[in-house]
């Protein structure tokens, strides 16, 4: 993380520091996890976390792994840089940062990229990037595909996730399913998932592509 050499950075106790609410990244205690206590334990925090004030707390913006491994080694404050965001504003700047973490799960990348939109549209943000060649305006989708490098279609189908019920995410997150299948799932109702998934189980299979259109 590239960090303005103008912004303050200050040691923050991690008793006063929040996790951000509905935060759809995952911190894992895996191999990474345990790396990264390693480094830690023998450099410490190289990369200060970012916060926003929250009344007399502090909302974690970008971090979440670095503060977990602190915590892990019992590390009581951690190097952080506090700015002055509005919520919609952390919002983005916390699926940014976020996005750059080597291994994301199909679930995680589809609540991020539902997260900023929503906030992007409550900002009323105009989007209207351009291009040189050919000078139109990007919908909230289209910027976010182009900041990814994905297609518009795929930052779609992310997104179509959010509606599967749990069972069926967990399926796609442990590659049981594949995204396409799964999208189409989606567009049943929360009672016809059920049913469906239900029916998975009895019949220990899983519906194939055309199946999923079909039904």
């Given at each position: 993380m590239d960090v303005n050499s103008q912004e303050k950075v200050?040691?923050?106790?991690?008793?006063?520091?929040?996790?951000?609410?509905?935060?759809p990244f995952q911190v894992r205690d895996d191999e990474d996890m345990e790396r990264l206590i390693q480094s830690i334990d023998n450099n410490g925090v190289l990369n200060p976390v970012i916060l926003r004030k929250n009344g007399e707390r502090y909302e974690l913006i970008a971090g979440h792994r670095r503060k977990h491994a602190c915590l892990r080694l019992g590390i009581s404050g951690i190097p952080a840089i506090v700015r002055e965001l509005s919520r919609d504003e952390a919002v983005v700047e916390m699926v940014?940062?976020?996005?750059?973490?080597?291994?994301?799960?199909p679930s995680e990348k589809?609540?991020?990229?539902?997260?900023?939109?929503?906030?992007?549209?409550?900002?009323?943000?105009?989007?209207?990037l351009t291009s040189d060649q050919i000078g139109q305006r990007l919908t909230s989708v289209e910027r976010i595909a182009i900041e990814n490098n994905e297609s518009k279609t795929q930052v779609q189908r992310y997104i179509c996730l959010t509606r599967l019920i749990p069972e069926f995410l967990d399926m796609v997150d442990e590659r049981k399913?594949?995204?396409?299948?799964?999208v189409e799932i989606s567009k049943l109702s929360k009672a016809v998932q059920q049913k469906l998934y239900a029916l998975c189980i009895c019949e220990d299979c899983l519906p194939s592509y055309s199946q999923s259109v079909r039904l």
């Open positions: 200050c040691t923050v106790p991690i008793s006063l520091i929040d996790d951000f609410a509905e935060h940014d940062s976020n996005l750059q973490r080597e291994h994301i799960l589809a609540y991020a990229y539902k997260m900023k939109i929503d906030a992007m549209k409550r900002q009323g943000e105009r989007t209207d399913m594949a995204l396409t299948p799964a």
